[in-house]
């Protein structure tokens, strides 16, 4: 199987633009507007509060495993299938 030399320099060449970013604070742009002052609020969000996720879209992780069989309580809508 021939090796390709102009296969291996683009994968090369991928690999080190993809290494290439910056890390930055983010910032808007030169000459554009803030952020837009949601309704309701008294002042624009910031990068971070825009950021993090809030507990809906992240909720907790409860894993704490069952340690004994317990009885279910009765369920008044638990019904047989029709038929």
């Not at 030399?5 to 890390?23: E, I, N, S, V, W």
């Not at 008294?42 to 069989?69: C, G, I, M, V, Y």
């Amino acid at each position: 199987m021939p090796h390709h030399p102009r296969m291996f320099a683009t994968l090369a060449a991928a690999a080190l633009l993809g290494a290439c970013g910056a890390k930055e604070d983010l910032k808007p742009p030169a000459n554009q507007p803030a952020a837009v002052v949601p309704i309701g609020a008294n002042r624009a969000p910031t990068t971070e509060e825009l950021t993090t996720p809030d507990a809906q879209a992240r909720p907790a992780r409860s894993d704490e495993l069952l340690k004994r069989s317990e009885q279910r309580e009765p369920d008044d809508f638990d019904l047989p299938p029709p038929g």
